[in-house]
């Protein structure tokens, strides 16, 4: 057992990139990328410096937009060369900081990597650039009768490339699946400027499932540039139950009995009372603002499908003391149920000057649990929180809400979050369902992981990237890092990632 | 820890010191699927059990030596199932031999293949470390997705202890359909039936004939029968049909020939290969039967962008697995090596050691 045995170096601490010579990597870019291509004036790289989690603000060394996958190979290869990490970027809505860019690197950014190049009704299939919003995927197949069934609340906006970086879900995928059950190839580019095709129309294919790697890794392994998904047949019929509860407890059971029931709802989303107050100011879905919990409990199918299941689950939502039940008459009234709940995230945005999403994923029967917990958590930190959430699969999304501006708040809401995190761990879940590690949750992978587990997922990037110059310091901590915040841990008040500027 | 867990974990140890090879081995009922097998045998079956099962939280969790009958039987008893329908190809087979095998049966088209419903494992590295990767909820992206990993790598990465899998209530009702059809024709219908919302759970066509399985509520195969017509196969008979498919007890299985399994788009036209033939998955599966020559499969394979297994039997010189471009084999040597560094598991199982 000799030095393979080692763990890559990168895993004990992050490697020191401040030797990157930025005159001799913007000349070299240059060279490489016609001038519209390469951003690296001041002024033209501050779009660039956060993500959807804008608590976290890094300006880069360059950013480069390649229009072409030859293009991206050149900058691979140039900042292979010079030891230059890289940070790709998709349509900066990720809500982790995953695309937060590195101070001595490159934002490779695939906006213009935005065609659909192939849509194939009969074999069910898009191939697209990883730059193509999710929601255009859909509208493409629309008139095929087809589409492609994630759907994150950002689809609107989200790249289907950021889905692949953290296998992004939505409120249909108990029934359809996550973006790894929906992608069935990837093209990308190595570190090394190396093009692979990882999967392939054809299913199951030989060697190990890299494809499910490529998955959620954030952009650490690979750089996607083309991406082949199966397109879903569009039910005929899709239908919504909107059941208030006066307990949140028994909304939970009800989420349980209807499971039991062998039914699979195409959507089955709860939301709290704080949550539906906020949402009923901003869009009136006609939510009932006197019950403690709301269920969306859908079906979607052949008419005749839908029927027969709305029906049971009545009868189930029923038996599990929803104190109101309202079926949607019509498509109308289906997206007006929905409405509420997508619009969650923008209401909190209305009630609170900020607010700070949290993602873990815990067993469902934990749930009534986890939200008495977070709200002795709301009277330890004084601030509030409102709780929507994908009930059929446990992925929660309290909704944190504070004011930045207020001193002390950002670092309160933060305690909040981890306390969040740590319990979904303790409950036997996940820190996060579909966001992703990023920046954000990067210490509280040391309370999932312990030290041999860091060390394989090291290993597994150094099986792709042996120089560890991909999107460094994001979605798998150092042990350094895990070290330190075991310090950190017992000396509450101070401010983790002291390292990254914040505004 | 589990003194048997201790104990493999030191024989993992003392094999890598060693520079030996383990066989990772249930009940020994896909021998003869992949490479061949080098090594002392490690047996899973001492390890066995359901640890974890919750009906209403849709996921089992059960130790690698666990009877693959025994954990469906559990399944049964509260409607629910394994939806991808892994062959056991006989009676000892185990949960942890199933997922390294890493194969599905006849709703895999439909449902997803296996990969897609493993959430979790506990494993032995090659190193001798218990790791723990991924979970028991439906959603979890924290950390590279190493479990899924495990599934298909035929024991070549790593000792699975435990594995958490989703599963689903069985459907309500089930119907089979018969029609007539040439090969070509089945092909094209397929695909057009596949584009459609029809309850379609599974295809299968062979000698002129095309079976298929309609999966769902029973208003919903009600309507999907008077739409897509066809005769209508008795329930026993259908039964019998999915489940011989699914454990190669059909009479296409039973000659004792070479097996190919060619995986290619669902919308290849019939394969110009000389041979007897069956189709699955909406025509993304397809076996041949016979000698065929190993570079004239694969070859035919690539040219629609598939991918060919010598399945079964045959000369495996050639190897088994289609080979793999250079830059992936070396991705695939050098994730082996992250968890397997001095290659204990299953040596030349998956791809001849060089």
Not at chain 1, 347 to 357: F, K, L, T
Not at chain 2, 155 to 182: C, D, H, I, N
Not at chain 2, 253 to 274: K, Y
Not at chain 2, 299 to 310: F, P, R
Request: hydrophobic fraction near 45%.
């Amino acid at each position: 057992m000799g030095e393979r045995n080692e763990a890559p170096a990168m895993a004990q601490r992050e490697a020191d990139f401040s030797k990157v010579d930025r005159a001799r990597l913007v000349e070299a870019l240059a060279g490489a990328l016609p001038a519209q291509c390469l951003l690296h004036a001041q002024e033209d790289l501050q779009p660039y410096e956060c993500d959807g989690l804008s608590v976290y603000r890094q300006v880069p060394m360059a950013v480069v937009l390649p229009r072409t996958e030859a293009q991206v190979v050149a900058v691979l290869r140039i900042c292979s060369e010079q030891g230059v990490p890289v940070v790709a970027r998709g349509a900066g809505t990720g809500l982790s900081g995953g695309a937060l860019p590195h101070a001595h690197g490159v934002v490779l950014s695939l906006a213009r990597f935005n065609r659909i190049l192939e849509l194939d009704a009969n074999a069910r299939i898009a191939v697209v650039q990883p730059g193509v919003r999710n929601l255009a995927i859909s509208e493409a197949a629309a008139a095929h009768g087809l589409y492609y069934a994630p759907d994150p609340s950002s689809q609107i906006a989200c790249s289907i490339g950021g889905n692949v970086a953290e296998n992004a879900g939505g409120v249909h995928c108990l029934k359809y699946g996550l973006t790894v059950h929906n992608v069935v190839r990837v093209r990308a580019v190595t570190i090394d400027g190396e093009i692979v095709e990882i999967g392939s129309r054809a299913p199951d294919g030989p060697g190990y499932d890299l494809l499910a790697l490529m998955h959620g890794s954030e952009g650490m392994l690979a750089v996607v540039t083309e991406i082949t998904v199966r397109l879903t047949p569009k039910p005929r019929l899709a239908r919504c139950i909107l059941a208030s509860f006066d307990d949140v407890a028994k909304a939970g059971d009800a989420v349980a009995a209807v499971i039991a029931a062998g039914i699979i709802p195409a959507g089955l989303e709860m939301m709290d009372q704080p949550a539906t107050a906020a949402v009923e100011q901003f869009v009136q879905a006609g939510y009932n603002l006197a019950a403690a919990a709301i269920l969306l409990c859908e079906s979607d199918g052949t008419p005749e499908e839908v029927a027969d299941e709305i029906e049971r689950m009545r009868v189930v939502l029923e038996a599990s003391g929803a104190t109101e039940i309202r079926i949607s008459g019509d498509e109308a009234e289906r997206l007006k149920f929905w409405a509420g709940r997508k619009a969650a995230f923008p209401a909190a945005g209305r009630i609170s000057p900020d607010y700070y999403c949290m993602d873990g994923t815990i067993p469902r029967k934990r749930v009534g649990e986890m939200l008495l917990a977070i709200q002795g958590m709301e009277r330890k930190y004084g601030l509030r929180c409102i709780n929507v959430f994908h009930a059929g699969d446990g992925n929660m999304h309290p909704l944190i809400l504070f004011d930045a501006n207020q001193p002390g708040e950002l670092d309160r809401a933060e305690a909040f979050g981890a306390d969040i995190l740590e319990l979904s761990v303790a409950l036997g879940g996940t820190i996060t369902g579909e966001h992703g590690v990023g920046i954000e949750k990067i210490n509280q992978m040391c309370s999932q992981f312990t030290t041999p587990e860091i060390e394989t997922f090291f290993r597994v990037k150094a099986a792709f990237d042996p120089a560890g110059l991909l999107n460094p310091g994001k979605a798998i901590p150092t042990l350094n890092r895990c070290a330190e915040y075991g310090r950190m841990r017992v000396s509450n008040g101070q401010l983790p990632h002291a390292d990254i500027e914040r505004f | 820890m589990d003194e048997l867990i201790r104990e493999w974990r030191d024989r993992v140890r003392a094999s890598a010191s060693r520079g030996e090879s383990l066989q990772l081995r249930g009940g020994g009922t896909k021998d003869f699927y992949g490479g061949p097998t080098a090594g002392e045998i490690l047996d899973s079956r001492d390890y066995a059990g359901v640890v974890a099962y919750e009906p209403t939280e849709l996921v089992i969790t059960a130790r690698c030596g666990t009877p693959l009958a025994d954990l469906q039987s559990v399944l049964a008893e509260r409607g629910q199932e394994l939806p991808f329908e892994p062959p056991a190809f006989g009676e000892g087979a185990t949960v942890g031999g199933c997922v390294a095998a890493g194969l599905s049966g006849p709703r895999r088209s439909s449902v997803g293949a296996l990969r897609d419903f493993v959430l979790g494992t506990r494993i032995i590295d090659g190193r001798g470390e218990v790791l723990r990767f991924g979970g028991q909820v439906m959603k979890n992206v924290a950390g590279y997705d190493v479990s899924r990993l495990m599934a298909g790598s035929l024991g070549t990465l790593a000792l699975m202890l435990e594995v958490s899998l989703k599963v689903l209530p069985k459907p309500v009702a089930e119907r089979t359909l018969r029609f007539e059809l040439q090969q070509a024709e089945a092909l094209s219908r397929l695909n057009a039936w596949g584009g459609r919302p029809l309850p379609i759970g599974a295809s299968f066509w062979h000698d002129g004939v095309l079976s298929l399985r309609l999966c769902g509520a029973e208003a919903a195969i009600d309507a999907a029968g008077r739409e897509l017509g066809g005769d209508v196969v008795a329930a026993d008979e259908a039964t019998a049909l999915w489940r011989d498919l699914r454990e190669h007890r059909h009479p296409f299985f039973q000659s004792g020939e070479a097996l190919w399994r060619l995986a290619v788009p669902s919308d290849v036209a019939v394969l110009p290969l000389e041979a007897p033939v069956a189709v699955e998955w909406g025509g993304a599966q397809r076996w041949f039967r016979g000698g065929l020559p190993a570079q004239r499969v694969r070859e035919v394979a690539e040219a629609v962008g598939g991918h060919a297994t010598l399945f079964r039997g045959g000369d495996k010189g050639d190897g088994v697995f289609h080979p793999l471009p250079a830059t992936i084999a070396r991705i695939n040597r050098r994730v082996k090596e992250a968890l397997d560094p001095e290659d204990v598991f299953g040596r030349g199982r998956m791809y001849p050691v060089d």
